[in-house]
C-alpha cells in the first residue's frame, strides 16, 4: 500500500525552538506539499516542492521554511516556534499532472 | 485565482438521510476536481474525483457530477451511515498546477 509517512503524530515544543517536521513517501512522487489545517479556515499551503532541492513558497510562508535534499523526503522547518503556530500540519505527494494528492496522518503540534 | 466554495457546516443527519454538500468553485483552465474525506485523527483521504464537465466520480455510495455550467461540483449520499461522519473538503487543482485548492471543509455527524 503506498504510503505518505509523518514522523510524529503529536509534538510539544517551546516557544522559540526550532522545529523539524519530517514526511516520507514512497511512491516515487515528483510533488511535495506541506499544508496546515485550523477550524474554520480548512487548509492552507505553506510550501511545495516540484522537484529535489526545488521549492516553492506557498500562501503562508512566514516562519517556515523546507528542504528536500532527496526525492522521497520534505521537510518542514520551523526556524523559532511561535504559539500561533500550533496547529495540524499534513503533508503531501502527488504525480505531475494534478490527479489528486495522497496524504499523511498529520502531526498535531503544539507550541507552549 | 482558483478558489473553492463549499457549504459552511456542522452538518447533522439521521442515519439513512439523504446528503448534499455544495461545492462551487472558479478556476482559469480547466480544472480537475475532487473531494476529500477526513476521518476524526486522521489526514485526508482521496474520496472521489472528475476530470473533466460532465463526469461523475463515485466511490463508497458518494457521487458528485462535474458541473461547468453551474461551476459546480457537489457531494451527495443517497443514505448515510454513522461511519460517514468525518469532514468533507471540496478541491480542485488545475491542470499542470500542482496547487490544489482546498474549501473550508464540512464536518459531517451521523446520529444513530
Known amino acids: 500500500d503506498v504510503k505518505v509517512t509523518q514522523s510524529s503524530r503529536y509534538l510539544v515544543k517551546r516557544t522559540g525552538e526550532k522545529v523539524f517536521l519530517e514526511c516520507v513517501q514512497d511512491?516515487?512522487?515528483?510533488?511535495m506539499f506541506w499544508y496546515r489545517q485550523d477550524p474554520g479556515l480548512g487548509l492552507r499551503l505553506i510550501y511545495f516542492?516540484?522537484?529535489?532541492?526545488?521549492?516553492e513558497k506557498g500562501d503562508i510562508p512566514e516562519g517556515y521554511s523546507v528542504s528536500r535534499e532527496k526525492k522521497e523526503r520534505f521537510s518542514l522547518i520551523l526556524e523559532s516556534a511561535s504559539t500561533n503556530q500550533t496547529s495540524m500540519y499534513l503533508c503531501a505527494s502527488s504525480l505531475k499532472g494534478g490527479y489528486g494528492y495522497t496524504f499523511g496522518s498529520g502531526t498535531r503540534l503544539t507550541v507552549v | 485565482g482558483n478558489s473553492v466554495t463549499q457549504m459552511e457546516g456542522p452538518v447533522t443527519l439521521s442515519e439513512e438521510a439523504f446528503l448534499t454538500i455544495n461545492c462551487t468553485y472558479t478556476a482559469t483552465g480547466y480544472p480537475s476536481l475532487f473531494w476529500y474525506v477526513q476521518y476524526p485523527g486522521e489526514g485526508l483521504q482521496l474520496l472521489l474525483k472528475a476530470t473533466k464537465a460532465d463526469d461523475k466520480g463515485s466511490n463508497k455510495g458518494f457521487e458528485a457530477t462535474y458541473r461547468k455550467e453551474t461551476t459546480s461540483f457537489h457531494l451527495e449520499k443517497g443514505s448515510v451511515q454513522v461511519s460517514d461522519s468525518a469532514v468533507y473538503f471540496c478541491?480542485?487543482?488545475?491542470?499542470?498546477?500542482?496547487?490544489?485548492?482546498f474549501g473550508a471543509g464540512t464536518r459531517l455527524t451521523v446520529k444513530p
Open positions: 516542492s516540484y522537484d529535489v532541492k526545488m521549492k
Open positions: 511512491m516515487d512522487h515528483e510533488n
Open positions: 478541491a480542485l487543482s488545475v491542470y499542470n498546477n500542482n496547487d490544489m485548492r
